[in-house]
């Protein structure tokens, strides 16, 4: 049901898309439905009063009532669907926070990095230089644009209270731009099949005040561990059900070469290797 209520703009003007489409399918549906039920009743077997027309083969009333309203309703889908496809874009910025407030002028998204593992999430934060594993954390009403990207296989981000999924392939980098509407605790997880680990590959997002967040990067900066390129190889082995991971610093650079795949010793960076060739 989260996904017919969620706490995201985003979301909910993709709910509010389900429902339109939804009651303008039921337009066709309904009647049809009905008028079966109507017409087997009507010209039951038992029923002698109904009229007998066995050469009747033309209403061009009836032939206008069944081409004219689907292809009614199938314009006004496909309008729908033009508009919403380009307004609710994954990789376009957001224009407004929630209906009738639009996103202050001079306002930048926070900036989040996703890498899906085997298999758990990895999200680094590169303005606050701090890097979490199965856990998100960030504020209500302030705009987000997460860089996805995988290690291996192809995984999908779905957080159903936020936005739509979105996929996550390794040496590829996808966007999605979001918002949070209402403070919380909400479920993300893979949407994609990716192994044996793939049920257990879930993780907590917590919507917070912009003032929780602040003191939780405090609090992040102050742990002792460092996500350089030795801890990332030991995270990139399969895992299931991996605990939350806490880590104060992000070794620079660490996220490119996971997309580019050049993280070990002897690795070849992707564009180089594309250079090469």
Not at 45 to 69: C, F, K, M, V
Not at 170 to 182: D, F, K, Q, R, W
Not at 249 to 255: D, P
Request: glycine residues 6%.
């Amino acid at each position: 049901m989260v996904v017919m209520d969620p706490s995201g703009d985003i979301a909910r003007r993709q709910a509010d898309l389900i429902v339109i489409s939804t009651l303008l399918m039921l337009i066709i549906i309904v009647p049809v439905i009905a008028l079966t039920v109507f017409f087997a009743w009507r010209y039951r077997d038992q029923n002698i009063s109904a009229e007998y027309e066995p050469d009747w083969d033309h209403s061009t009333r009836l032939e206008l009532l069944i081409w004219g309203a689907p292809l009614l309703i199938i314009i006004v889908l496909g309008l729908i669907t033009w508009i919403s496809t380009h307004t609710l874009e994954p990789t376009r910025p957001l224009d407004r926070l929630e209906a009738g407030s639009p996103v202050p002028e001079g306002v930048e998204p926070l900036e989040i990095r996703v890498v899906a593992l085997d298999w758990k999430w990895l999200f680094i934060y590169p303005e606050q230089n701090i890097a979490t594993i199965n856990q998100l954390v960030i504020p209500v009403d302030v705009p987000v644009r997460f860089d996805i990207t995988a290690s291996t296989v192809m995984n999908s981000f779905y957080i159903p209270a936020l936005a739509g999924q979105i996929y996550a392939m390794p040496g590829m980098e996808n966007s999605l731009n979001a918002v949070l509407n209402e403070p919380g605790t909400f479920e993300g997880f893979s949407a994609n099949y990716s192994g044996a680990g793939f049920s257990d590959m879930r993780f907590r997002m917590e919507g917070v005040t912009d003032a929780g967040f602040q003191a939780w990067v405090r609090d992040m900066q102050n742990d002792p561990d460092t996500l350089d390129s030795a801890a990332y190889l030991i995270l990139e082995q399969p895992s299931v059900r991996h605990e939350v991971e806490r880590f104060g610093r992000v070794e620079q650079g660490l996220y490119d070469a996971i997309v580019k795949r050049c993280i070990g010793e002897h690795a070849v960076c992707n564009s180089n290797l594309m250079g090469m060739h």
